[in-house]
């Protein structure tokens, strides 16, 4: 979800944090991939593949909110389990029912939790802990990306392509938080 990068919180938390982000960062790539060889089809595969993101998300928070215990927003983390939670219910029921509808729920899912993973990224920036912006802006453009994938389910031929690059793209600041966080581990 988020990064830490300070002196003080690097010792134990940076490096685990690290290594979740970097399987954060693969599993995205890997999952963009089965998405993409899958054709973006809605059969089985394509609802399992659009299920098992947030469930993935689900279990990072979770793994986020055990790494950080007191030194971070732990309110933002179970907010997101939560959000990311409903969403794969959503989106299991909305395959049933086409693209424009699982292009609407994932659309919701990435404007709340894009907005949740700013705030948590804002609130420990204000406490110090540096290398946050990677994962702030990574929240926006969730915002941003969420609007156009509310929107984009009312065009005339909507696809599900854009729901990868949404992933590869997520992936990519996730590779950045984890180097970030490497160099300040290194740093001390």
Not at 13 to 39: C, D, E, H, S
Not at 167 to 175: P, Q, R, S, T, Y
């Amino acid at each position: 979800m988020t990064t830490v990068d300070s002196p003080a919180a690097a010792g134990g938390f940076a490096p685990t944090l690290r290594q979740l982000y970097l399987v954060r960062f693969g599993f995205a790539i890997v999952w963009a991939a089965l998405l993409f060889a899958n054709k973006s089809s809605l059969g089985a595969l394509g609802i399992t593949l659009l299920v098992i993101y947030p469930l993935f998300d689900v279990a990072a928070a979770v793994m986020d909110a055990r790494l950080s215990g007191a030194a971070g927003p732990i309110r933002g983390l179970q907010t997101n389990i939560a959000i990311s939670s409903i969403a794969a219910v959503g989106l299991a029921v909305a395959g049933t029912s086409g693209v424009p509808a699982v292009l609407r729920v994932w659309g919701a899912w990435a404007i709340v939790s894009g907005a949740v993973q700013l705030i948590v990224g804002l609130s420990r920036r204000k406490r110090q802990m540096g290398g946050q912006w990677p994962m702030m802006l990574s929240g926006g453009i969730s915002v941003l990306a969420g609007a156009q994938f509310i929107f984009g389910a009312s065009a005339s031929d909507p696809k599900l392509t854009n729901v990868g690059g949404y992933a590869i793209l997520g992936g990519i600041f996730f590779l950045v938080s984890a180097l970030r966080l490497g160099r300040a581990s290194q740093a001390d």
